[in-house]
């Protein structure tokens, strides 16, 4: 995953939590935990915080084909 693909998969993750199905806001921190390939497509799994006293949780990312650098939509986290 190149550093294009993993700042739209961030963005896309950040523009995930922020929706009001799920925590509704954007994170308080968010870092990249690591990328695996799935189906010729790259993916990152994030760990994120809601709040600052918060736990980590987790949240995926991706689908990216090639150079691509949106991600297909695959976009899910656990809280």
């Excluded at 693909?5 to 806001?25: C, F, I, N, T, Y």
């Excluded at 695996?36 to 084909?65: H, Q």
């Amino acid at each position: 995953m190149n550093q294009e693909q993993l700042r739209a998969a961030w963005e896309a993750m950040v523009s995930w939590l922020s929706d009001p199905h799920e925590p509704g806001k954007a994170p308080s921190k968010i870092v990249c935990a690591g990328q695996f390939g799935y189906n010729e497509m790259r993916c990152c799994i994030f760990k994120f915080k809601t709040g600052a006293l918060g736990g980590w949780l987790v949240g995926l990312c991706g689908g990216s084909e090639g150079d691509d650098p949106e991600p297909c939509g695959h976009t899910f986290s656990e809280m």
